[in-house]
């Protein structure tokens, strides 16, 4: 007969959530690679990653439209639609699709994301 223990179930559970972390982290690297096919980026450069700390910590997305409504309420707001990287002051365009933001400095972000960082262009 089997002895189940309490460690033995914590490392069942952490080995499940290992496995659905990496398979979200593929599909998402997937995504963005589907994606910079679309937008090419320019030579030697790579984009910022959603699950970066920073980026994390700022609710950062490379599509504006995936921003948490429940995290960040006021981006709801009609004033709010217009807030994306490319009319951020943070914002230097490289080309049509991707810029540099001197905040998420890791690499390219996509004109079109958003991040509880952004202030407006003057």
């Excluded at 609710?59 to 217009?82: I, Q, V, W």
């Amino acid at each position: 007969m089997i002895k189940k223990t309490r460690k033995g179930f914590l490392l069942n559970i952490l080995k499940i959530f290992s496995s659905l972390y990496l398979i979200s982290t593929t599909s998402y690297s997937e995504n963005i690679s589907a994606q910079s096919k679309s937008l090419p980026l320019p030579e030697g450069d790579v984009t910022v990653q959603e699950n970066d700390v920073t980026a994390n910590a700022l609710g950062f997305h490379h599509d504006a439209k995936k921003t948490d409504f429940n995290l960040y309420p006021d981006r709801k707001k009609a004033s709010s639609k217009n807030q994306i990287c490319s009319s951020c002051a943070q914002y230097t365009k490289v080309n049509e699709g991707w810029g540099k933001c001197t905040i998420l400095n890791k690499g390219l972000v996509n004109s079109n994301g958003w991040c509880s960082a952004y202030s407006k262009k003057s």
